[in-house]
């Protein structure tokens, strides 16, 4: 098969759901007659009509909880955030309702909200958040963050699928920038489960989405100085992989976090506590940090190369780490 | 008198019909008197709700459901629960946080839900956020063919958030199945409705969306009885979401510890002489539905009840610390099977039957209520008494319900049953 965008790979997923599952709708602003603010449910209307995917009202604690109420009957809906950043507007039906559900009163609402993510592409402050910590830090859900097409859809697949209200974040840098060919038919990735997406022995680089791409990218360079850097794709940061990220620095005894979330509050940070709990005696460094600055996503492209790691700050990050 | 007013309003209650609401109001105040006294022994965990004096709109609006409809409860509103079939030991138990509450402790008040049987969605604090559920459970049991209604309450308070206008914002645009009862009971905590809307009727809240909406005596039980089952039937038959604005008034504090010192003494005599259950007993005693030895019989089987449901809660033990990390997440099918009821046949859902041409309109939209379209125009401002409403003598105007606050320092109560805002139906 031809190599699909990453853009591609999620409305396949979407469609093969919904061609599969009737329980399956997509709900969101823009979704049906325009096919989505990138394209991404493209030609779904016209596929599977008006009663499974919805245009709504500029809305989105509606879309939230009307999603909600789909899935206590049994369907499986797909919100979509127009833009991820406004997923601020429904915080409250999202953290208070959606995710309390099944562990108060034993509902759970098997339903995935996705949209655009990140920045890189000169959005600006309301239009390149990463706020996928905002969502960790509630019990509740799982959190989605995938780097590949070939991952998207199958995370996206195996989140349609899932029993819990699922945030799917989808980096809109690696939209239309990356291909990949992927296998034709059906295959799921399942959440919880990261990927060694480089081997390597001195240092540990754990990251996901776009940054997974910039580490990699750093990695090879490292190479070249001699350092081998361990590449570890986080995929989903709910369910975090711990057993992975722990026998990887177990081996490299070394462990460098990179994240394009701001630093404070990262999931950087919750590393360094799992790290410094479960794996302490096997760390020859402190686990470093390469992230955002702790600031709004500012809109000049000089100010947002300043605001975003690259890799040459993950470079310099990691030959400092592996002298240690 | 209201009394008779309601018997005007009513013709076509069956004697059973008269007296199971007047049951459900009865077991919905002996249930929360019995909470207080147990609150008053300090074996209530959390706080008390009162719906004292707004038992009428619980249980004459959820009595106008069916089975297979679905509500989700507010705090005060503990008799819709009873009539959709909750016992009461979930309800103390829920309040005194036993592990054999339907939330297992986690969770207390009305706080709790059942989507398998009895079709309840459990409410959260924050107020408005159920509008959009049940707008989606309106929205999804279309989908899956099931001609079911939703309805959820809200009060005047809540009415101002944000979320209201989202979720019946949506609901309208989406004709979506659903009944919403706003509880105007005069005051936020402490803050009375004049102060919080600029806004005679609540019920006007409804033209923003081009909705259908009532104004009805909330402490009328057979009116709201009436006219929650006239919106039923209208918002199954596809007329969109409906607004029912209930006149009536709290007459206990926010919650146990506030003493309401902020209600004028006029106000809160002129509603305490307008008790639902008394005003009730009064119809139905003149209407030889009730006489002493039937009343007798209730009280009899209500004391037993409780009494039974009581011990229950009080004997039930407290939730094992361990059970506080578990269930956040379903892990599977074994945790949840997750199956819809379909009531239509799928293979129209899925391609190629599914499929539309790429002609960028909605049937039916844009031609709905409140729209200048041919489908169901409606003259907001027009204000006409229900079909079965109060004879000739009897007919209301909305200004004789439009300020409760200010009718209450009249001594005279208003006639009003149940004024219908809007056109009739198509």
């Known amino acids: ?324 | 008198m209201p009394a008779s007013d309601s018997r005007v309003n009513s013709p076509k209650l069956s004697r059973q019909q008269y007296l199971d609401l007047y049951y459900y109001m009865r077991l919905n105040r002996e249930v929360e008197e019995t909470m207080t006294r147990l609150f008053r022994q300090n074996k209530i965990v959390g706080g008390l709700y009162s719906s004292l004096g707004q038992e009428a709109i619980s249980v004459g609006t959820a009595y106008a459901l069916e089975k297979r409809d679905w509500l989700a409860p507010m705090i005060r509103n503990i008799g819709a629960l009873l009539v959709k079939g909750v016992p009461p030991r979930d309800i103390f138990t829920q309040h005194m946080a036993k592990y054999t509450s339907p939330t297992k402790g986690k969770d207390g008040t009305s706080h709790f839900g059942d989507l398998e049987n009895l079709h309840i969605i459990s409410p959260i604090s924050m107020l408005g956020d159920l509008i959009p559920v049940l707008t989606g459970v309106a929205m999804a049991g279309r989908y899956l063919g099931q001609k079911i209604v939703a309805m959820t309450w809200i009060g005047d308070g809540g009415s101002s958030t944000g979320v209201f206008h989202e979720g019946l914002n949506l609901a309208a645009s989406q004709r979506a199945a659903l009944v919403l009862i706003l509880e105007n009971n005069l005051w936020a905590y402490s803050t009375p409705v004049r102060r919080q809307v600029p806004l005679e009727n609540l019920a006007d809240r409804a033209k923003a969306y081009g909705i259908t909406s009532y104004i009805v005596d909330g402490n009328d039980v057979v009116a709201v009885y009436t006219t929650a089952k006239e919106a039923v039937e209208r918002a199954r038959s596809g007329d969109g979401p409906i607004l029912i604005e209930a006149k009536t008034f709290r007459r206990r504090g926010h919650a146990q510890h506030d003493p309401a010192e902020y209600v004028p003494p006029a106000q809160r005599e002129y509603w305490e002489k307008r008790d639902p259950i008394a005003l009730y007993e009064r119809f139905l005693s003149a209407e030889k539905l009730l006489d002493a030895k039937g009343k007798k019989e209730i009280d009899e089987k209500l004391a037993a009840l409780l009494e039974k449901e009581r011990e229950f809660a009080e004997n039930s033990p407290m939730p094992p610390p361990e059970l506080a990390s578990e269930g956040v997440y379903c892990s599977g099918p074994e945790c949840h099977e997750l199956q819809p009821k379909w009531e239509r046949p799928i293979d129209e859902l899925l391609p190629p039957k599914s499929c539309v041409e790429p002609v960028w309109t909605v049937a039916g939209f844009g031609h709905g209520k409140g729209s200048s379209g041919g489908g169901a125009p409606i003259h907001f401002g027009d204000t006409q008494v229900a079909p079965n409403g109060p004879a000739e003598a009897a007919k209301p105007s909305v200004t004789a319900l439009a300020n409760p606050a200010k009718k209450s320092l009249n001594k005279k109560p208003p006639a009003a049953k149940s004024v219908r805002r809007g056109k009739a139906r198509r």
Not at chain 1, 56 to 80: N, Q, V, W
Not at chain 1, 225 to 231: K, L, Q, S, W
Not at chain 1, 277 to 290: I, Q, S, T, Y
């Open chain 1, 1 to 324: 098969m031809a190599p699909i965008t990453f853009l591609e790979a999620i409305r396949q997923a979407m469609f093969e759901e919904m061609a599969a599952d009737p329980r399956v709708v997509l709900i969101g602003e823009d979704v049906g007659v325009y096919g989505g603010a990138f394209k991404t449910s493209e030609g779904l209307l016209e596929k599977f009509g008006w009663e499974r995917v919805i245009d709504t009202p500029i809305s989105e604690s509606a879309i939230i909880g009307a999603a909600c109420g789909m899935s206590y009957l049994g369907l499986r809906p797909i919100a979509e955030m127009q833009f991820i950043d406004f997923i601020a507007c429904c915080f409250n039906q999202l953290t208070n309702f959606v995710a309390k559900g099944h562990y108060l009163w034993n509902a759970p609402a098997p339903m995935v909200v996705r949209g655009p993510a990140g920045g890189g592409v000169h959005g600006g402050p309301f239009h390149s958040l990463s706020p996928e910590m905002y969502f960790l830090h509630t019990p509740g859900f799982k959190i989605v963050y995938p780097s590949t097409p070939y991952d998207a859809k199958g995370l996206l697949k195996a989140s349609i699928r899932d029993n819990n209200p699922v945030l799917f974040f989808e980096h809109k840098f690696l939209y239309r920038r990356i291909k990949e060919e992927i296998p034709a038919g059906d295959y799921t990735v399942p959440l919880g489960k990261a990927i060694v997406r480089r081997e390597g022995q001195h240092v540990t680089i754990l990251s996901y989405a776009a940054m997974m791409h910039t580490s990699l990218e750093a990695a090879e360079a490292l190479s070249k100085e001699g350092i081998e850097a361990e590449v570890i794709d986080l995929r989903t940061l709910m369910p975090l992989d711990e057993e992975t990220i722990l026998n990887s620095v177990r081996k490299t005894n070394k462990c460098l976090v990179v994240h394009e979330d701001t630093k404070t509050g990262g999931i950087a940070g919750e590393i360094a506590a799992i790290l410094s709990e479960k794996a302490f005696h096997d760390l020859d460094g402190p686990l470093v940090r390469v992230t955002s600055l702790d600031t709004p996503v500012p809109y000049a492209p000089t100010l947002e190369e300043a605001f975003l790691p690259n890799a040459q700050k993950v470079f310099a990050a990691a030959k400092s780490l592996a002298r240690f």
